[in-house]
């Protein structure tokens, strides 16, 4: 990762020392840093696009930044909301994922894999609500919800890579791992061990999914 690049080196700051803020426990630092984070990121993708402004993308980008300052002032009840916005990301993602599919060169060897990664991601979603416990029917529900609509753009993704490699189906494959895992962090620390590891490896793992976004919007898929 090149960081050369005025809005890349200042995404890489503000993560930084947002991630050590949390490890501080300095609200001051996380005050400062988190908010700057998605707005260079966006800096970053006007800088690296080829060609218009994908206007969906700007849409998922104002999401992030939306859920992040939810989660930065922690008001009540703010996870439905936040599960809302991060939910609605996704299902852009799926549209996009959907416009990347490829069907030549098919085999059953791809099928058997692409089935694997469907019960693989169907039993970590399984796994994963057996440990949020306690929840009213209609958090339950919308995290049933949330979690299959991740399935689903993971599968998709799965299914791209496996058919056409390419760099833009490798960026979303690294987006989409990045996504499963900070929200396996986010039920592991929330319902189930509240170790601050667990918060540290959410947010981190996050704001890398920012980089792998842009490049997969931006990556043109014949390269």
Same mark, same amino acid.
């Given at each position: 990762?090149?960081?050369? +690049?005025?809005?890349?080196?200042?995404?890489?700051?503000?993560?930084?020392? *947002?991630?050590?803020?949390?490890?501080?426990?300095?609200?001051?630092?996380?005050?400062?840093?988190?908010?700057?984070? #998605?707005?260079?990121?966006?800096?970053?993708?006007?800088? =690296?696009?080829?060609?218009?402004?994908?206007?969906?993308?700007?849409?998922?980008?104002?999401? @992030?930044?939306? @859920? /992040?300052?939810? #989660?930065?002032? *922690?008001?009540? /009840?703010?996870?439905?909301?936040?599960?809302?916005?991060?939910?609605?990301?996704?299902?852009?993602?799926?549209?996009?994922?959907?416009?990347?599919?490829?069907?030549?060169?098919?085999?059953?060897?791809?099928?058997? !894999?692409?089935?694997?990664?469907?019960?693989?991601?169907?039993?970590?979603?399984? =796994?994963?609500?057996?440990?949020?416990? &306690?929840? /009213?029917?209609?958090? +339950?529900?919308?995290?049933?919800? !949330? &979690?299959?609509?991740?399935?689903?753009?993971? @599968?998709?993704?799965?299914?791209?890579?496996?058919?056409?490699? @390419?760099?833009?189906?490798?960026?979303?494959?690294?987006?989409?791992?990045?996504?499963?895992?900070?929200?396996?962090?986010?039920? #592991?620390? +929330?319902?189930?061990?509240?170790?601050?590891?667990?918060?540290?490896? +959410? #947010?981190?793992?996050?704001?890398?999914?920012?980089?792998?976004?842009?490049? !997969?919007?931006?990556?043109?898929? *014949?390269?």
């Amino acid at each position: 990762m090149k960081t050369n +690049n005025p809005s890349l080196f200042l995404y890489l700051f503000a993560s930084i020392f *947002e991630v050590i803020g949390i490890v501080i426990r300095n609200e001051l630092i996380t005050l400062l840093m988190k908010p700057m984070i #998605v707005p260079a990121v966006f800096y970053y993708y006007l800088q =690296v696009k080829e060609g218009k402004i994908n206007w969906l993308f700007l849409v998922i980008l104002l999401s @992030s930044f939306t @859920s /992040d300052m939810l #989660v930065l002032f *922690e008001l009540p /009840d703010g996870n439905i909301p936040i599960a809302l916005l991060n939910m609605f990301c996704y299902l852009i993602f799926i549209y996009f994922a959907i416009k990347d599919i490829f069907l030549k060169n098919l085999s059953d060897i791809k099928f058997f !894999y692409f089935a694997l990664i469907v019960i693989g991601c169907f039993t970590i979603l399984y =796994v994963v609500l057996g440990l949020m416990s &306690g929840l /009213d029917n209609f958090s +339950n529900n919308l995290y049933v919800i !949330y &979690g299959i609509v991740l399935c689903i753009l993971a @599968s998709i993704i799965g299914f791209n890579h496996l058919n056409q490699e @390419s760099n833009k189906t490798f960026y979303a494959l690294i987006m989409c791992i990045c996504f499963i895992t900070t929200d396996v962090f986010y039920a #592991v620390y +929330n319902f189930y061990l509240n170790l601050e590891i667990f918060i540290v490896l +959410n #947010v981190t793992v996050q704001f890398a999914s920012y980089y792998y976004m842009v490049r !997969y919007i931006t990556c043109n898929p *014949e390269k």
